[in-house]
């Protein structure tokens, strides 16, 4: 059962997250609730609602947030994402949670959320939190339990554990499915492959520099 501490910052967590609801990105809701349908052959932006009838109090509940996740990975980081492909309860309502924990020196690597902008909650430890504009010019901030900083949608951010323990934050978007981009990955492990050509000529590094790097993200 969790503790007390712990269910009070996750209490103030979602009045954080409620407190952003007013401030949708998304598209305004026509009805009072529209449960995405995952299972629907209909293709959308977005996804179809259920039948009313076949609407059930778990779609309105998720568990998905609650536990730590493993951060045996080389960037020591793990992200547990809330979102409407998780928890069909939050379709067409313009809001999602992501909570992401940090061992040690762990980085959540740069990357945007081409939907939204985010929200940073700290809940455990410390992190530097920090984006770029299409200025190149860097804000950044160490946050510590129970503060925020913003991240405006759309820009590179990032966010690194720079203390000496465990940390955890979560994040909160204005949309139902921000989406993530991270460049590394954009650029050095899509499927099909980026050209050579343009790999060299972006990094002003020569193939065989670009093959190792490419092997790095092969995880």
């Known amino acids: 059962m969790a503790s007390a501490a712990h269910r009070s910052l ?3 967590a979602l009045l954080v997250a409620a407190a952003i609801a007013g401030a949708l990105s998304d598209p305004t809701p026509l009805q009072d609730i529209c449960v995405a349908d995952l299972q629907a052959t209909t293709l959308l932006d977005g996804f179809a609602c259920k039948p009313q009838t076949a609407v059930v109090d778990d779609d309105f509940f998720s568990r998905a947030i609650a536990s ?10 793990n992200s547990t994402r809330a979102t409407v492909a998780t928890f069909p309860g939050l379709n067409t309502l ?4 992501t909570r992401v924990d940090l061992a040690p020196g762990g980085l959540n690597p740069p990357h945007s959320h081409p939907r939204a902008s985010e929200l940073v909650m700290v809940l455990k430890g410390e ?5 770029t504009t299409g200025a190149n010019r860097l804000f950044s901030k160490v946050v510590r339990e129970n503060e925020l900083f913003v991240v405006p949608r759309g820009l590179q951010h990032f966010q690194l554990n720079n203390g000496t323990g465990d940390a955890v934050f979560i994040a909160m978007f204005d949309a139902q499915s921000p989406g993530v981009v991270t460049p590394t990955f954009a650029m050095f492990s899509t499927k099909p492959a980026m050209p050579m050509e343009v790999l060299t ?17 092969g995880f």
């Open 94 to 97: 313009g809001v999602s949670i």
């Open 10 to 12: 996750m209490l103030r």
């Open 201 to 217: 000529k972006t990094f002003l590094m020569g193939e065989d520099e670009v093959t190792a790097m490419k092997s790095k993200f």
């Open 127 to 131: 992190v530097m939190v920090g984006f």
């Open 68 to 77: 730590a996740a493993s951060t045996n990975n080389p960037f020591r980081v």
